[in-house]
Each structure stands twice: as structure tokens, then as C-alpha cells.
């Protein structure tokens, strides 16, 4: 267990509907970060919080995913609009900012499925 | 330019064989290098990660080789053991960049027969 805790673990739903997960970052955590990793892939980065700040998009993230970190603590990330394409594992990491690198810990992650 | 090749695809080793994993990457500018270890249905796991101004990093049972001028870095498990057997992903972050995002290579199964 490192610290970063996603909710839920699994969700699945139909084509066409929202869905929003929730990521609880280690406490002193400055920096957020949500992934997408499909089967047999490498996670794909989509977004990046410093504190509350979100500070950089992928373009994988298209208008129908947005993403909040009220208050610098927690983070959402919603899906409106579910297509098959969005079926996923949903990866969040957090990190203490410093030059260099950061040592990202990762959440156990939420398990998309879109029907 | 900001992808990060990994192999081999998958790899099989006895118990006590020592696994190695290599991953290769154009951008000089990357300068951080983590490896992570993921176990189904989990979210992967730092094991460990190394700076181009070094050569060799050691911790445990774990060893990252890095030979900046061939832009390739390697994981060596030594004492391989079957609880070894997990997904393995390189990864690289762009110096330049000040988000820390990492760009993943597409991961190596590796499965340790007892």
C-alpha cells in the first residue's frame, strides 16, 4: 500500500453515461497526476496538479474529460459522455515536487468498463 | 522522440537466473529514469531509478545499468525468485519539463519458474 488511494476500484457502466472517480493523494504531496493504461500497455499520462493548479493536459485528453483537485488535497477526474474507447485502467500517482525527478507513487487504480 | 522502446516483450527465467530487461531512448533531454513493477490488478510500483550521471545503481536484488552515449538503460534482477514474476515498465521525464510527467515504455511480463 502506498498511501494513494483510488475510488472505486471498479466501475462499469453504458455507453453514453458519466462517470467520476476519486484519487486521495499521499498528505504532503504537492503534485498530482492521473494515467490511463490499456491492456498490455504502458501507462499514457493525461493530467498534472501542482496543489490546486492543474498544469498540464495531454492531448489524449479530450473535451469530455475533466479534472479537479479542489483545495490541492484530492482529486476527480469524470468522463461524461462513456464510449468503448474509454474502457481503461485509471491510474493516479502523486509526488513532493523537487529538481530532478519525482518518485511518483501510484494508486492502486479504477478499472473502467464501458458496455 | 519522447518515446521510450522497451524489450524484451516478454522473458522466462528459472529461480536464481538473473533476468535482464533493456530499454532504449532518443531525447537526450530525458534525465530521470524510474522503474516500476506492477502486479495484476494493482497500480505499479517504484523499485528503483538512476540519473544519467551515473553509471550503476544498486538496491537489493535490483540493478539499473545506464550507458548515456548508447542512450540505453537496462534492469537486472540477480537471485531472480517466483514472486518476482510481475509486469516491468522503464520510464523517462524530460529534464526540461517541470511537470515530472513519465513517458512509460510498453512493459516486459517476466515469469520466474520455481
Known amino acids: 500500500d502506498t498511501g494513494v488511494s483510488q475510488d472505486p476500484r471498479h466501475k462499469i457502466t453504458k455507453r453514453g453515461q458519466n462517470v467520476t472517480f476519486r484519487c486521495d493523494p499521499i498528505?504532503?504531496?504537492?503534485?498530482l497526476y492521473w494515467y490511463r493504461q490499456t491492456l498490455g500497455q504502458g501507462p499514457e499520462f493525461l493530467t498534472y496538479?501542482?496543489?490546486?493548479?492543474?498544469?498540464?493536459k495531454s492531448r489524449l485528453l479530450s473535451d469530455r474529460f475533466s479534472a479537479e483537485r479542489p483545495k490541492g488535497s484530492f482529486s476527480t477526474l469524470e468522463i461524461q459522455r462513456t464510449e468503448q474507447g474509454d474502457s481503461a485502467m485509471y491510474l493516479c500517482?502523486?509526488?513532493?515536487?523537487?529538481?530532478?525527478?519525482?518518485?511518483?507513487?501510484f494508486g492502486p487504480g479504477t478499472r473502467l468498463t464501458v458496455t | 522522440q519522447q518515446q521510450v522502446k522497451q524489450s524484451p516483450q516478454s522473458l522466462i527465467v528459472q529461480k536464481g537466473g538473473i533476468p535482464i530487461i533493456n530499454c532504449a531512448y532518443e531525447?537526450?533531454?530525458?534525465?530521470?529514469f524510474p522503474w516500476y513493477q506492477q502486479f495484476p490488478g494493482k497500480g505499479p510500483a517504484l523499485l528503483i531509478a538512476?540519473?544519467?550521471?551515473?553509471s550503476e545503481k544498486k538496491e537489493g536484488r535490483f540493478t539499473i545499468s545506464f550507458n548515456k552515449s548508447a542512450k540505453q538503460f537496462s534492469l537486472h534482477i540477480m537471485d531472480s525468485q517466483p514472486g518476482d514474476s510481475a509486469t516491468y515498465f522503464c520510464?523517462?521525464?524530460?529534464?526540461?519539463?517541470?511537470?515530472?510527467?513519465?513517458?512509460f515504455g510498453q512493459g516486459t511480463t517476466l515469469q520466474v519458474k520455481p
Open positions: 500517482a502523486s509526488s513532493l515536487a523537487r529538481t530532478g525527478g519525482d518518485e511518483q507513487y
Open positions: 498528505s504532503e504531496h504537492n503534485r
Open positions: 496538479f501542482q496543489n490546486e493548479a492543474q498544469l498540464e
Open positions: 531525447n537526450t533531454a530525458f534525465d530521470y
Open positions: 538512476i540519473r544519467p550521471d551515473v
Open positions: 520510464a523517462a521525464v524530460l529534464g526540461s519539463s517541470n511537470t515530472g510527467k513519465l513517458i
